[in-house]
């Protein structure tokens, strides 16, 4: 017979939680990492100042959660072509409730080619970028190297689109970032400068996910904090699509005829007779 | 946290000590508590489950407590092939596409199609309705119910859809050839009860009216049909889901080898927004 486990650990969790972010005390209030949510937080911080908070852990300033809205609306574009708000579409056109739809689109967000993913990887790649700078690595040769690990990707995170070059949210970010008093950090200032090598390279340029890695990264956030912190930055926009198609005929959204899935599968033939 | 006495007391007793389940019995194992060394599915031991029992079967006992009749596990299992792929053009599916397509982790297509799939049209809400609507309307006249739902329900535009009751009207504005021959097949199976054959009957009144089954009343009536013990309409929604999830898999999965570049984004021309969402 086996040795008898010792489950300990397991028993003294059995029916309690412990939890390191707070929680509600009936009669008390509701604690959040050391504050009081009714007394500290409602009515004098910010929304967008609890999600970072719950998030991270750290509470933090307004000027840098409005920076983090601005980035949010940037990523909250009505326009069903977007996968993610396509998802959200459909869901309206099939009459489906608008937390079944909007969740749908923003959990499509947690992708390789949009939303999460290069955020995540972003910031890993600007904070490595910046300790190789300090180790007086040249651009070329931090880029090189991103390009040895990644060997299949052709691009560096942060620095290309899949639909256009370019991205017409960097001058807008940038002009909020002065409009607030942040200060261009050293991960931002890199990321300027990868992003004019990588154009008069490649032609290609630095997107709002480049420059979004670079600003948290320069505001102290671990490449796990920021996924975090922009789970549900598409919603917005999810939920609009959703909204436009709901109000139309139902699966008036984008119709296809038969003919218009090409097929390119086997050609009609008879189940064999031992099915 | 100053302690205060807010307008706030926690109701005593209202919640119970453990949880509890008619459904799944687990043997501890001697040396560890935390691990099964046997499991049951409603008394059946899942070792022997697993040698004489097929999918369908265990589903249904999942959900009704007893093994099938042979007639209610055909049933089940011709309505699982039917509508095992809702098809690339539904909308469900096409979610799972652009999930796909998009890069998505593809341990989300799944979760992000059936979310699409619990709709109201075409979706599992429409089956749950479905199953509200023909439980207990087997009993009326069925040309007075036709007369008195077209009279209730008018035709709102000929853009959109003509839906009488849930499950029963038109699909694409015609009448839906795969859900009357799917619905045709399982009402000829030994299993089929008076809900498909209802439906039927229904659906042949309907036919003049240029309407017929759609495909969530097909799988309400099977579901009805089926006799799953205490079954509600939620449960249909959750079955529906299920059955549909292989062909929603199976589409997202094909789009997620593919590059972005391969599913259609359509030009700045076809795209239009109306002069009202436009800034001038």
Same mark, same amino acid.
């Given at each position: 017979?086996?040795?008898?486990?010792?489950?300990?650990?397991?028993?003294?969790?059995?029916?309690?939680?412990?939890?390191?972010?707070?929680?509600?005390?009936?009669?008390?209030?509701?604690?959040?990492?050391?504050?009081?949510?009714?007394?500290?937080?409602?009515?004098?911080?910010?929304?967008?100042?609890?999600?970072?908070?719950?998030?991270?852990?750290?509470?933090?300033?307004?000027?840098?959660?409005?920076?983090?809205?601005?980035?949010?609306?940037?990523?909250?574009?009505?326009?069903?072509?977007i996968?993610?708000?396509?998802?959200?579409?459909?869901?309206?056109?099939?009459?489906?409730?608008?937390?079944?739809?909007?969740?749908?689109?923003?959990?499509?967000?947690?992708?390789?080619?949009?939303?999460?993913?290069?955020?995540?990887?972003?910031? *890993?790649?600007?904070?490595?970028?910046?300790?190789?700078?300090?180790?007086?690595?040249?651009?070329?040769?931090?880029?090189?190297?991103?390009?040895?690990?990644?060997? *299949?990707?052709?691009?560096?995170?942060?620095?290309?689109?899949?639909?256009?070059?370019?991205?017409?949210?960097?001058?807008?970010?940038?002009?909020?970032?002065?409009?607030?008093?942040?200060?261009?950090?050293?991960?931002?200032?890199?990321?300027?400068?990868?992003?004019?090598?990588?154009?008069?390279?490649?032609?290609?340029?630095?997107?709002?996910?480049?420059?979004?890695?670079?600003?948290?990264?320069?505001?102290?956030?671990?490449?796990?904090?920021?996924?975090?912190?922009?789970?549900?930055?598409?919603?917005?926009?999810?939920?609009?699509?959703?909204?436009?198609?709901?109000?139309?005929?139902?699966? *008036?959204?984008?119709?296809?005829?038969?003919?218009?899935?090409?097929?390119?599968?086997?050609?009609?033939?008879?189940?064999?007779?031992?099915? | 946290?100053?302690?205060?006495?807010?307008?706030?007391?926690?109701?005593?007793?209202?919640?119970?000590?453990?949880?509890?389940?008619?459904?799944?019995?687990?043997?501890?194992?001697?040396?560890?508590?935390?691990?099964?060394?046997?499991?049951?599915?409603?008394?059946?031991?899942?070792?022997?489950?697993?040698?004489?029992?097929?999918?369908?079967?265990?589903?249904?006992?999942?959900?009704?407590?007893?093994?099938?009749?042979?007639?209610?596990?055909?049933?089940?299992?011709?309505?699982?092939?039917a509508?095992?792929?809702?098809?690339?053009?539904?909308?469900?599916?096409?979610?799972?596409?652009?999930?796909?397509?998009?890069?998505?982790?593809?341990?989300h297509?799944?979760?992000?199609?059936?979310?699409?799939?619990?709709?109201?049209?075409?979706?599992?809400?429409?089956?749950?309705?479905?199953?509200?609507?023909?439980?207990?309307?087997?009993?009326q006249?069925?040309?007075?119910l036709?007369?008195?739902?077209?009279?209730?329900?008018?035709?709102?535009?000929?853009?959109?859809?003509?839906?009488?009751?849930?499950?029963?009207?038109?699909?694409?504005?015609?009448?839906?050839p795969?859900?009357?021959?799917?619905?045709?097949?399982?009402?000829?199976?030994?299993?089929?009860?008076?809900?498909?054959?209802?439906?039927?009957?229904?659906?042949?009144?309907?036919l003049s009216?240029?309407?017929?089954?759609?495909?969530?009343?097909?799988?309400?009536?099977?579901?009805?049909?089926?006799?799953?013990?205490?079954?509600?309409?939620?449960?249909?929604?959750?079955?529906?889901?299920?059955?549909?999830?292989p062909?929603?898999?199976?589409?997202?999965?094909?789009?997620?080898?593919?590059?972005?570049?391969?599913?259609p984004?359509?030009?700045?021309?076809?795209?239009?927004?109306?002069?009202?969402?436009?800034k001038?």
């Amino acid at each position: 017979m086996q040795k008898k486990i010792d489950t300990t650990y397991l028993d003294q969790l059995r029916g309690v939680i412990h939890s390191s972010k707070g929680g509600w005390i009936v009669g008390e209030g509701v604690h959040n990492h050391g504050y009081s949510m009714m007394e500290d937080f409602v009515g004098h911080v910010s929304y967008m100042q609890v999600t970072v908070l719950n998030a991270t852990g750290r509470l933090p300033d307004k000027n840098f959660t409005a920076m983090l809205e601005a980035i949010f609306i940037g990523a909250s574009w009505p326009d069903s072509r977007i996968w993610c708000n396509q998802i959200g579409a459909f869901g309206g056109t099939m009459r489906t409730s608008p937390s079944a739809a909007t969740l749908a689109g923003a959990l499509a967000a947690d992708s390789r080619a949009y939303g999460t993913y290069p955020l995540v990887e972003g910031v *890993s790649f600007i904070q490595m970028a910046l300790r190789e700078k300090q180790r007086n690595l040249s651009i070329g040769d931090i880029i090189a190297k991103e390009h040895k690990l990644h060997p *299949s990707q052709g691009y560096i995170m942060g620095y290309s689109r899949p639909v256009a070059k370019g991205d017409a949210r960097i001058p807008a970010l940038e002009r909020t970032r002065k409009k607030l008093g942040l200060p261009k950090g050293d991960h931002l200032k890199l990321a300027f400068k990868i992003a004019k090598y990588i154009h008069k390279n490649t032609g290609e340029y630095i997107n709002a996910s480049g420059y979004v890695s670079a600003l948290l990264s320069d505001n102290g956030f671990s490449a796990l904090e920021a996924g975090r912190i922009i789970t549900t930055i598409v919603s917005s926009g999810v939920m609009a699509c959703y909204v436009d198609t709901q109000s139309r005929p139902a699966q *008036s959204f984008l119709p296809l005829r038969c003919s218009d899935i090409k097929y390119t599968g086997k050609p009609p033939r008879v189940l064999p007779n031992s099915t | 946290m100053q302690k205060k006495i807010l307008e706030e007391n926690m109701r005593e007793g209202a919640f119970a000590k453990h949880l509890s389940s008619n459904i799944w019995l687990e043997e501890p194992s001697e040396d560890n508590p935390y691990l099964a060394k046997s499991c049951h599915c409603h008394g059946y031991d899942l070792m022997e489950l697993m040698d004489k029992c097929s999918y369908e079967e265990m589903l249904l006992l999942m959900f009704q407590g007893e093994l099938p009749t042979p007639e209610r596990k055909q049933l089940l299992k011709s309505l699982m092939v039917a509508l095992a792929n809702p098809g690339p053009r539904h909308p469900a599916t096409r979610s799972a596409m652009c999930a796909g397509v998009g890069k998505t982790d593809p341990k989300h297509i799944l979760p992000i199609a059936l979310n699409i799939m619990g709709g109201d049209h075409l979706g599992a809400g429409e089956v749950a309705k479905s199953m509200q609507f023909m439980h207990g309307m087997p009993k009326q006249d069925m040309q007075n119910l036709v007369k008195n739902l077209i009279s209730e329900n008018p035709r709102v535009n000929q853009e959109e859809d003509w839906v009488i009751a849930a499950g029963f009207g038109s699909h694409f504005g015609g009448i839906d050839p795969m859900a009357q021959a799917i619905a045709a097949k399982l009402a000829g199976l030994p299993g089929a009860g008076k809900y498909l054959r209802w439906g039927m009957e229904f659906s042949d009144v309907l036919l003049s009216h240029g309407l017929g089954w759609r495909i969530p009343g097909v799988a309400a009536a099977a579901f009805l049909d089926m006799k799953i013990s205490g079954l509600k309409p939620w449960l249909g929604i959750g079955l529906f889901q299920l059955i549909s999830a292989p062909g929603l898999l199976a589409h997202g999965l094909e789009y997620h080898l593919k590059p972005l570049s391969a599913y259609p984004f359509p030009t700045d021309d076809n795209y239009i927004i109306e002069s009202h969402a436009k800034k001038n």
